[in-house]
């Protein structure tokens, strides 16, 4: 993201520059950051720089934007996605597996009997065709054919072609003969034709379809629409290479829009026609991503994690597939839990937020990714806004009460994130005293200066300082708000109280009354804080979190994000764009009420992804409640016993067919068995037994816990998907290497 603006070295922050206006075809949005009451409206807040420059090359293509050779625009576009791919699976080119051959003969097996058998055919033939078993082999000839044919040494030309349609009639015999006892039709069947038929798709895929009707790359959904002329700019540009995937996925959404009628088909039509490919604009003029890390199909709206393995363990349907995450599965939550460097920010994370940010541009989503500074989660220029709390080059700021203006809600907000994570221990087990508490400040203090407290007023409140107490009262009564100044009175006299919150209250807020945070959540109008009510909107959001020296102030801001997120996202009132949290470290951020307010996400089209480095940074009372409440879970590679035992009771089990074999030695009573047998046992040191093979169906652990913490490879996880229409995944053993 581009941070210019005005800075010196007295440790002060750049003010933000101004506001670039919207790109030709966008009409004007709403604030992205909510202004207090005595502010003048703002204007929507786009990428803190001026209007991007034009691009010197074409936009990118899937082709160029992760390495190794990929199709083209157009054959990207016209590529077939699966319809019966279930949840969690990727799409692009999948085809669905035939149904499972209990007696499939292993891959090396096979191959290894197809190449033996064709060795012994070939001997059978050099040994017969050089004479060494003699020629009985052509007695057969002599017998159905005349002499005559064979007379002057069998020179005539009846003589030779019998000669010749013989020959090919053995040579047929034996690759029957052979070819059925190396199972050669099997092996023609499983690896050559895909070879084939995956070259002829490619091959189709790469010529331009005969009927322009079925061709996706001409619009034919515009056509049939009226709107002609879109579609043959439209097309166009395509096949000039001027549209990528962003392109289309953007004006998608727009002709989407258009068939619900919130838009207007001349309005769409006069856009495309002026401004082709670059049509329905991002507010922030960026038609991509710098630079891209992971494999994307945005027809599908789905980021790909890894490859499924060829494990006995992984159900036969997924074995080899490809495994994707899109916002149908990100509605129900994603719980990815595992220790440090098993992968789960660079190979889970960082994707997901990729993808999430393409999309976005797409005007489909609503991202806000928060993580550590430096976690990796993505370039500035990525996002539209970049919040670095504690850090003097941030540009925004965050808006400490969610850009609410009503007292009882910001009041519940703050108590979530202060004292949410001991909220069990406090009188009642639960916030709400707490909530009550900050309640009787921060309405008295509204109603009188029009604003919320900054970090210092409220800490000054909460510690009872009379010069503070003071001073309220003294502009309640200026106000005339004497209900107001009830609700402080009857704090004054809570404060000092056996049992009372408030000096808890102050002691935690006193986190964030530090000199690093100095210039952060201010409410007095000198600066404009970014607010979450911004969800309606397709915006980036990255949040950088001061982990390092600040570790417990980090953790008071993440579950105050959490807990606006989950608050704004349920009281958006469009609720059309997909909203995400991506909240890469949540230790000590789950709570009863964050826990409620995940629940609630799936019912609001929002979702969250939360990582864990062990289920024992979440209280052991919510742990099981808090993997009941997410629809897709991610045990990696390095997960302890404990916690594999929690996923293993969610995984729950699933019945298995078992085979045992009994030996049971033979005992004879004939004098020449007992000599044979002696003989047999002799030769091969064991003596001779019988098997009894019992098959029966028992019930099994999907993944026991042991399993999953000492047989997941490196670089691998179990994921297990649910999307929100109730479709569920097992869980997978995944290559997130691949």
């Known amino acids: 993201?581009?941070?210019?603006?005005?800075?010196?070295?007295?440790?002060?922050?750049?003010?933000?520059?101004?506001?670039?206006?919207?790109?030709?075809?966008?009409?004007?949005?709403?604030?992205?950051?909510?202004?207090?009451?005595?502010?003048?409206?703002?204007?929507?807040?786009?990428?803190?720089?001026?209007?991007?420059?034009?691009?010197?090359?074409?936009?990118?293509?899937?082709?160029?934007?992760?390495?190794?050779?990929?199709?083209?625009?157009?054959?990207?576009?016209?590529?077939?996605?699966?319809?019966?791919?279930?949840?969690?699976?990727?799409?692009?080119?999948?085809?669905?597996?035939?149904?499972?051959?209990?007696?499939?003969?292993?891959?090396?097996?096979?191959?290894?009997?197809?190449?033996?058998?064709?060795?012994?055919?070939?001997?059978?033939?050099?040994?017969?065709?050089?004479?060494?078993?003699?020629?009985?082999?052509?007695?057969?000839?002599?017998?159905?054919?005349?002499?005559?044919?064979?007379?002057?040494?069998?020179?005539?030309?009846?003589?030779?072609?019998?000669?010749r349609i013989y020959i090919g009639v053995c040579v047929a015999v034996l690759a029957v003969l052979f070819g059925r006892v190396g199972h050669w039709g099997e092996v023609w069947r499983r690896y050559v034709t895909p070879l084939f038929r995956r070259a002829w798709d490619e091959t189709d895929a790469a010529a331009e379809p005969s009927r322009p009707e079925a061709d996706p790359v001409e619009w034919p959904h515009l056509r049939a629409a009226g709107a002609h002329g879109a579609a043959d700019r439209l097309a166009a540009d395509a096949r000039a290479g001027a549209m990528n995937d962003v392109d289309h996925a953007r004006i998608e959404h727009a002709w989407q829009s258009v068939r619900a009628g919130r838009n207007s088909l001349a309005a769409f039509t006069d856009t495309v026609l002026r401004h082709g490919a670059a049509s329905h604009g991002h507010p922030s003029g960026a038609r991509d991503l710098p630079a891209r890390t992971a494999e994307h199909d945005l027809l599908a709206r789905q980021v790909r994690l890894g490859t499924a393995l060829d494990d006995p363990r992984n159900p036969y349907q997924h074995r080899g597939a490809g495994l994707a995450l899109d916002p149908d599965v990100l509605g129900t939550s994603l719980l990815a839990v595992g220790p440090p460097g098993s992968g789960k920010t660079g190979r889970l994370v960082r994707p997901v937020v990729e993808s999430l940010c393409l999309q976005a541009l797409a005007g489909r989503v609503a991202v806000v990714a928060v993580g550590a500074a430096g976690a990796g989660l993505g370039t500035d220029e990525a996002f539209d806004v970049v919040v670095k709390i504690g850090r003097p080059d941030s540009v925004y700021d965050f808006d400490l009460y969610g850009g609410t203006t009503d007292p009882d809600e910001a009041a519940g907000i703050l108590a979530e994130a202060l004292i949410g994570d001991m909220a069990a221990s406090l009188p009642g087990g639960d916030s709400r005293r707490a909530a009550t508490a900050l309640a009787q400040l921060l309405g008295p203090y509204r109603a009188a200066h029009g604003r919320f407290p900054a970090v210092p007023e409220l800490r000054e409140l909460l510690d009872g300082a009379k010069t503070a107490v003071g001073a309220l009262r003294e502009a309640l009564e200026a106000a005339g708000e004497r209900a107001q100044a009830r609700e402080l009175e009857?704090?004054?006299?809570?404060?000092?109280?056996?049992?009372?919150?408030?000096?808890?209250?102050?002691?935690?807020?006193?986190?964030?009354?530090?000199?690093?945070?100095?210039?952060?959540?201010?409410?007095?109008?000198?600066?404009?804080?970014?607010?979450?009510?911004?969800?309606?909107?397709?915006?980036?959001?990255?949040?950088?979190?001061?982990?390092?020296?600040?570790?417990?102030?980090?953790?008071?801001?993440?579950?105050?994000?959490?807990?606006?997120?989950?608050?704004?996202?349920?009281?958006?009132?469009?609720?059309?764009?997909?909203?995400?949290?991506?909240?890469?470290?949540?230790?000590?951020?789950?709570?009863?009420?964050?826990?409620?307010?995940?629940?609630?996400?799936?019912?609001?089209?929002?979702?969250?992804?939360?990582?864990?480095?062990?289920?024992?940074?979440?209280?052991?009372?919510?742990?099981?409640?808090?993997?009941?409440?997410?629809?897709?879970?991610?045990?990696?590679?390095?997960?302890?016993?404990?916690?594999?035992?929690?996923?293993?009771?969610?995984?729950?089990?699933?019945?298995?067919?078992?085979?045992?074999?009994?030996?049971?030695?033979?005992?004879?009573?004939?004098?020449?068995?007992?000599?044979?047998?002696?003989?047999?046992?002799?030769?091969?040191?064991?003596?001779?037994?019988?098997?009894?093979?019992?098959?029966?169906?028992?019930?099994?652990?999907?993944?026991s816990a042991s399993e999953l913490a000492h047989s997941v490879p490196a670089g691998h996880a179990v994921l297990s998907v649910t999307s929100v229409r109730g479709e569920g995944g097992p869980p997978v053993l995944v290559d997130l290497r691949g």
């Open 1 to 163: 993201m581009d941070t210019e603006g005005t800075f010196d070295s007295r440790n002060t922050r750049p003010t933000p520059p101004p506001i670039p206006p919207a790109p030709p075809g966008v009409p004007d949005r709403p604030p992205y950051a909510q202004p207090y009451p005595e502010q003048a409206p703002a204007t929507a807040v786009g990428r803190p720089a001026g209007p991007p420059p034009m691009p010197s090359a074409a936009p990118t293509t899937p082709s160029a934007t992760v390495s190794g050779a990929r199709p083209s625009f157009a054959a990207w576009l016209r590529a077939p996605r699966s319809e019966e791919a279930g949840p969690g699976v990727w799409r692009y080119g999948h085809k669905p597996k035939p149904s499972e051959d209990p007696e499939r003969i292993p891959g090396r097996r096979l191959i290894s009997g197809a190449l033996i058998a064709g060795l012994c055919g070939w001997l059978v033939w050099s040994l017969l065709w050089n004479g060494y078993l003699g020629g009985y082999w052509l007695w057969p000839m002599y017998l159905l054919t005349p002499d005559s044919w064979y007379e002057r040494g069998g020179n005539t030309d009846a003589g030779w072609w019998s000669q």
């Open 490 to 703: 009857a704090r004054v006299r809570q404060s000092g109280a056996p049992g009372d919150v408030g000096a808890l209250l102050a002691d935690r807020i006193a986190l964030l009354d530090r000199p690093a945070f100095a210039d952060f959540f201010d409410t007095t109008g000198d600066r404009r804080p970014f607010s979450l009510r911004a969800l309606e909107h397709p915006l980036r959001v990255r949040i950088d979190l001061p982990e390092r020296g600040h570790a417990e102030a980090s953790r008071m801001l993440a579950r105050l994000v959490l807990a606006q997120f989950t608050e704004c996202a349920v009281g958006r009132a469009d609720r059309s764009l997909f909203a995400c949290l991506v909240l890469d470290d949540a230790s000590h951020t789950i709570t009863p009420e964050a826990l409620r307010g995940i629940q609630r996400l799936r019912a609001a089209h929002a979702g969250a992804v939360l990582t864990l480095r062990t289920l024992d940074d979440v209280p052991e009372a919510l742990r099981s409640a808090l993997l009941g409440a997410v629809g897709c879970r991610m045990a990696c590679a390095g997960v302890t016993t404990w916690d594999g035992a929690r996923f293993a009771e969610v995984w729950g089990t699933e019945w298995v067919e078992t085979r045992d074999v009994t030996d049971r030695q033979i005992i004879s009573d004939e004098p020449f068995t007992k000599v044979l047998h002696f003989i047999r046992k002799v030769v091969t040191g064991k003596a001779v037994t019988t098997q009894s093979v019992t098959v029966r169906k028992v019930e099994r652990e999907r993944w």
